[in-house]
């Protein structure tokens, strides 16, 4: 295959598919919203009420190592679809299941089995139909959630002025995967909860939810933070999203025995963390972090929307501590490349 990423690979050959019905939101997002009069969740007469949809596959070798435990896959696989409900601020009702697997091993299908009803129950998601057959281990799932039109978040509307925000504590999944690989030491302190990070995620469901009315955009950050951010201004010539190095949680990492270099490109670039990154005004402030404690979940205030000086300027900058700024280039997994995840070209001021 040439040389092209997932994203253009994507606008070349699938968008002239996509319905031109301005009622309907399409490829471009986390999930597609289409409008229905809608019986679901007791909403018989609530005419704005909106189905969110997504479908994302988890490959063998792709997107997990050979002796990824089934209960884990299984919850994972269901775990990464409600995160781009979440990001949508949707709430999950339901989700198809489409397996593809080399044998039947029946053990196997337990622990999966196990591990996507304990994130179904979890979340409070039914498994409503799917699809089974042979071939390569591959999973995919789509998941269906609601969301009255008008309240969904999506990725394209940032304002000039607004905080830049991000739930948790992304590059722990990059983290835990080098653990795995070899690539890091296992004796770490931070090790175990890495690895949870990686094999056990958590949808930031709540949060998504409780962000209604006060994020104006947001995405789920699977690719790498610095990547998925380039999506918020994708088609907002007229932003520049600043990140303040000085404000991004790198020091938890470090804490936690990740050498330095390393947790600085897990953190930008590492990706499968599944955290939201949105965008608020800061009259906001208290709610955003009044809606992070009701869920939860901690955030992180990482910098702010400006505008775009000239069209040519970086969608996405650095600025450093001593206030200079450097172009942020968008760091992260690509299924069409293959990268040592751990490898950034860009380093924190303290090692440049
Ligand atoms: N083959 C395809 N045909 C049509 N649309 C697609 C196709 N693949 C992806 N898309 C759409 O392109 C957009 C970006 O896809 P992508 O899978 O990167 O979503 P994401 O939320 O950024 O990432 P992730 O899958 O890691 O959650 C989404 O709106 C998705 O629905
Ligand atoms: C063996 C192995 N290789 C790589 C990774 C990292 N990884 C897998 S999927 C993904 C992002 C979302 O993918 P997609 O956009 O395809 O849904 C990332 C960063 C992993 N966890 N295991
Ligand atoms: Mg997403």
Same mark, same amino acid.
């Given at each position: ?71 884990? $896959? @299984? ?6 679809? =409600? #995160? ?6 949707? &709430?999950?009702? !339901?989700? +198809? ?77 990059? $983290? @835990? ?6 690539? =890091? #030491? ?6 175990? &909860?890495?690895? !949870?990070? +990686? ?77 939201? $990154? ?75």
């Amino acid at each position: 295959m040439g040389k092209i990423d997932e994203f253009a690979l994507i606008a070349r050959f699938f968008r002239s598919c996509a319905p031109p019905e301005p009622s309907i939101l399409g490829i471009g997002d986390d999930a597609a919203l289409l409008p229905c009069a809608s019986a679901l969740r007791g909403n018989r007469d609530d005419a704005s009420a909106t189905l969110a949809l997504t479908t994302d596959t988890l490959v063998a070798g792709s997107h997990f190592l050979p002796d990824f435990a089934p209960q884990d $896959l @299984g919850w994972k696989a269901l775990a990464v679809n =409600l #995160s781009d409900l979440a990001a949508m601020g949707a &709430e999950p009702t !339901a989700f +198809l299941l489409a397996l593809t697997l080399p044998r039947y091993d029946p053990e196997w299908l337990e622990g999966f089995a196990y591990g996507v009803q304990a994130c179904a129950q979890r979340y409070g998601v039914a498994l409503i139909g799917g699809d089974t057959t042979r071939g390569p281990l591959a999973i995919t799932i789509t998941a269906l959630g609601v969301v009255p039109w008008q309240a969904a978040i999506r990725r394209s509307t940032a304002q000039v002025g607004d905080d830049l925000w991000v739930s948790g504590q992304p590059g722990r999944a990059a $983290l @835990g995967l080098a653990v795995r690989t070899g690539r =890091l #030491s296992g004796d770490l302190p931070g090790c175990s &909860e890495w690895i !949870a990070a +990686l094999e056990r995620p958590q949808p930031r469901i709540a949060l998504g939810l409780a962000l209604r009315g006060i994020a104006t955009a947001m995405l789920d950050i699977s690719d790498g933070l610095t990547q998925d951010a380039h999506h918020l201004v994708e088609t907002r010539p007229e932003l520049t999203l600043c990140v303040e190095e000085a404000a991004l949680p790198l020091a938890p990492l470090v804490a936690q025995g990740a050498p330095a270099e390393k947790a600085w490109a897990a953190l930008l670039g590492g990706g499968d963390d599944y955290e939201l $990154l949105f965008t608020a005004n800061p009259r906001h402030r208290t709610a955003v972090a009044e809606a992070a404690r009701r869920a939860g979940v901690s955030v992180h205030r990482i910098g702010s929307v400006v505008p775009r000086s000239i069209p040519e300027a970086s969608p996405l900058v650095l600025v450093r501590r001593d206030g200079t700024r450097t172009t942020l280039p968008p760091q992260g997994w690509d299924p069409f490349r293959v990268a040592e995840p751990l490898d950034l070209d860009i380093q924190p001021e303290s090692f440049s």
